[in-house]
């Protein structure tokens, strides 16, 4: 099928679509699922578009799993490939006239890019629109690959507004802000205008059209304590938009004003009211556990508090949430100092949370100051207290850890890994390290190239939490992945670090046989 003519008037169809997936042999094998192509289906569907969305990692109803996300396939670059085959995604490219890919993570850049080419072997003249942070860092990699347009901030206008050239006959997009295209040969920015702040405005995410029951089959999500083998039936939301921080190594540190996404780092909130709708909609889907994927869910608690209590109301679980910081989970005394917000941790226990991961990130307080946005103070917060009362309500503790920043000597990664050692001997469940990644669109890449750390020219597939792609650097990468793996299996327990290694691709195989 080809793609409509300049001067043809008929309405365009669409097709939103997560890439297959590719990962090391050891990570541990998730899908996608993110929350950006709903949230874009929501605003084709009011504008009465047709659209689908399809997640090549998983399928869709014609699929089995067994040949989409329990079929391993082995790649050139030592990864593995996950998803649908090339063939299968082709059948379903072929009737719609607008292919939108998301792309929001580095690793996965090989994977988008194959698919964008491959949308073009069906049919040269299909319009693909990327959109996600690494789309629109990485712009030249995607129109050297075929990509026709790139949103370069929150697409859901961006998007209707794309469908609305189309519905009159055109592919000239340059009257659109908030995109970028190529034309003879230079890449062409519309800065974007118009940040949504109400974020009532925003469509309803379109969550009925993911494939949700592939993904309670799986029963993988991105977090939370659940017993194995236990089929999951959950959904992710996010209450909240940006973050009142701007850490260099977040692509939040660059959404300011001024820059081709706009101010979109800015936190802004869904309200109380809003919320209740979207948890709403997803009970009746059949979800029954929720996640929270804001960037700081618990900027404002007096808030989160309340969605919290509603959501138990409901007869919903809460099991994970993204964007915590320590300071949020702290209260001031009145006297001086800072003490455990019990309230807070008490209704996350009473909604039914299990699990909650701690962001230390650091043992040093140069790093935390320098590349954290000076969240925590190390001396004036009582960790092994937080530690011990998550154990006392009923909530998991786990706390993450980051090294191998550009300047950081080995003195500071040991402050960082002796730090986990003694909350886990305080009662933390687990420590995990992760090497900082100097992700397109942080300021943390932007230092990193300027410093003589990282080439313009490096790896995507390398850009992974397991090893650091940076050179010049006080400690060595290859130093750097010992001192993370060492440290990683000697402060956990033995039965943590082996459940963790099953989680890769060798309990996938074990599955199919």
Not at 264 to 293: A, H, P, W
Request: aromatic content about 8%; some cysteine; overall charge neutral.
């Amino acid at each position: 099928m080809r793609f409509m003519s300049l001067n043809s008037k008929r309405e365009p169809r669409f097709l939103l679509m997560y890439s297959p997936l590719q990962f090391a042999p050891q990570d541990s094998v998730k899908p996608d699922g993110s929350l950006s192509l709903p949230y874009v289906a929501g605003a084709l569907r009011n504008a009465e578009f047709e659209v689908k969305i399809l997640d090549a990692c998983v399928g869709d109803e014609k699929d089995d799993l067994k040949d989409t996300f329990y079929s391993p396939v082995k790649l050139p670059n030592g990864l593995v490939r996950v998803g649908m085959s090339r063939e299968r995604i082709a059948a379903e490219i072929a009737g719609y006239d607008v292919i939108g890919i998301s792309s929001i993570f580095t690793m996965q850049t090989s994977m988008v890019l194959d698919l964008i080419r491959l949308v073009k072997e069906v049919d040269p003249g299909k319009l693909v629109v990327a959109g996600g942070i690494n789309a629109r860092c990485l712009a030249e990699k995607f129109f050297d690959s075929g990509v026709d347009v790139i949103c370069l901030s929150e697409a859901e206008k961006t998007i209707v507004q794309i469908g609305d050239v189309l519905r009159g006959g055109s592919r000239d997009f340059s009257g659109i802000a908030g995109v970028a295209v190529k034309n003879n040969g230079k890449v062409a920015l519309n800065h974007t205008r118009d940040i949504v702040y109400d974020l009532d405005q925003l469509p309803l995410p379109a969550w009925d059209l993911l494939p949700m029951k592939k993904y309670w089959d799986i029963s993988r999500p991105h977090g939370g304590d659940f017993t194995p083998g236990m089929r999951i039936q959950y959904a992710s939301m996010m209450t909240t938009r940006g973050c009142p921080f701007s850490c260099s190594y977040c692509h939040i540190s660059k959404e300011k004003e001024g820059s081709a996404a706009g101010e979109i780092g800015n936190l802004r909130l869904k309200s109380f009211e809003r919320v209740i709708e979207e948890i709403d909609i997803l009970k009746n889907l059949g979800v029954e556990y929720m996640f929270f994927e804001d960037d700081s869910l618990l900027a404002k608690k007096a808030r989160i508090i309340r969605i919290f209590q509603a959501l138990k109301s409901k007869g919903l679980k809460l099991v994970d949430v993204n964007g915590v910081n320590l300071c949020h989970l702290f209260k001031n005394s009145g006297k001086g100092d800072l003490v455990v917000d019990k309230e807070l941790l008490e209704t996350m226990a009473a909604c039914g949370f299990k699990l909650l991961t701690l962001p230390f990130e650091s043992g040093s307080q140069r790093i935390i100051n320098k590349y954290a946005s000076n969240k925590w103070r190390i001396d004036k917060t009582d960790a092994a207290a937080l530690i011990r009362m998550t154990r006392a309500l009923g909530i998991t503790p786990l706390g993450n850890y980051t090294i191998g920043y550009p300047d950081e000597s080995f003195e500071e990664m040991m402050e960082t890994i002796m730090m986990a050692r003694h909350h886990v001997e305080e009662g933390l469940a687990a420590a995990s390290f992760f090497v900082i990644v100097p992700f397109p669109g942080t300021t943390l890449f932007d230092m990193a190239v300027r410093d003589g750390h990282l080439s313009l020219d490096f790896d995507p597939d390398a850009m992974k939490w397991t090893s650091s792609v940076l050179k010049n650097t006080p400690v060595s990468a290859e130093t750097l992945e010992r001192i993370r793996t060492i440290a990683w299996k000697l402060i956990n327990r033995n039965d943590f670090v082996k459940n963790k290694e099953s989680i890769g691709f060798k309990s996938l195989e074990a599955d199919l046989s």
